[in-house]
């Protein structure tokens, strides 16, 4: 390490990262076109840049496969050969309010576009980047010592469960 250099700020190994994120419509439900389209881009920038690996394990790239199984997020991990790495089921209860929270502040902030003054829809798009970054700090709390991400991959991550077809 060079002098002055601060290890926080290092750059992760080049392995930790995803190059491909599929989503299982059979168990996740099938989107709507809008709510595809929101997948589309929010994969799109997730494989762009992200920080991701799995704790313990140096074998990335990586591969996730996203699920549903008994009402939980099925994280399946690969390495690039497609050979396993882990699958991780995370609970949706945690999730579930900050989502509808947060579908329910994306509603008003596109009303607002609409017909709100700038400073109004400021405040609701600060209050939107707020309730994400919360919701980003949960899903990295909730992976803590199993699956690795840096809090921009976690806010990009969110941003796709968003666009899953929620129920209740």
């Not at 990262?17 to 599929?22: A, E, P, Y």
């Not at 074998?59 to 991780?88: C, M, W």
Request: charged share 20%; with cysteine; net charge negative.
């Amino acid at each position: 390490m060079s002098e002055g250099a601060d290890s926080t700020s290092m750059s992760p190994p080049a392995g930790n990262r995803l190059t491909q994120v599929l989503v299982d419509e059979t168990s996740l439900g099938a989107a709507s076109a809008e709510a595809a389209h929101e997948q589309e881009i929010a994969v799109f920038d997730l494989i762009a840049e992200n920080v991701f690996g799995v704790s313990g394990v140096d074998r990335g790239p990586y591969r996730l496969k996203l699920s549903l199984a008994q009402n939980r997020l099925v994280f399946e991990i690969e390495d690039e050969a497609g050979t396993p790495v882990i699958a991780h089921l995370l609970s949706l209860t945690p999730f579930r309010p900050v989502v509808a929270e947060y579908q329910t502040i994306c509603q008003r902030h596109y009303a607002a576009i609409r017909s709100a003054s700038p400073s109004q829809i400021e405040a609701i798009d600060m209050g939107r980047r707020g309730l994400h970054n919360d919701a980003a700090k949960l899903l990295q709390e909730r992976l803590a010592g199993k699956i690795e991400m840096d809090f921009q991959t976690a806010r990009r991550l969110f941003t796709l469960f968003v666009a899953f077809p929620w129920e209740g």
